[in-house]
């Protein structure tokens, strides 16, 4: 009975051993990733582009451009997609983070990772001035003038790991948020509301 247990255990030894060796290999998870990142892509459109160039173009379609048929969320440093076959992540640049703020006046929602495909702000095409300032050396990382995009946000590449106050004025009215571009921020920013 004893040897019958041990047996079965060498057994079972084997074959795990057997099944995790293309699975712990980094080269080959990478490059299953990258066939199934590349795969995503082409089955919308999108081969050969870059989360850079996803994030920029997805920000700034139309309500009725906007893809149905997957979802596109970013997180401090990666761009998820994911329909319903499954989800790939592509990296964002390693100094780099995009921050979506989406000001507002009477209306919001909660939001921490920005879905380029489904959240909407208040204020869509509207003319806005922002200033983004770095607060621990005071620098001014934006200043402009621009107009939200059809899903009422601006979004911007920042630097990484920066703590900072943006502020935002429409018109008349105007408010300040603070943001951080650190590994556990969000890059979602939905609090801004104009006074």
Known sequence: MKRLAIAGMAL?????G?????ADDPKAEASAS?????GFLSAYGMAGQDAVGIIDTL?????????TAFTASIEPDRLVLADAAGKVA???PQDKSYVAIAPYVSQTHDCFYHSL???QGEMANTPV???????ATGKTLVKESTRTFDNGFVGFWLPRDVDGTVTISAG???GSTTFTTQPDGATCITDLQLS
């Open 117 to 119: 495909t489904t959240c």
């Open 90 to 92: 592509l990296p964002l």
């Open 34 to 38: 990258a066939s199934a990142a590349a």
């Open 18 to 22: 057997c099944a995790s060796t293309g």
């Open 172 to 174: 008349d009215r105007s």
């Open 129 to 135: 001035e922002v200033t983004i300032v770095d607060d």
């Open 59 to 67: 920000d700034r379609l139309t309500e009725e451009q906007r893809p």
């Open 12 to 16: 079972t030894l084997a074959l795990s």
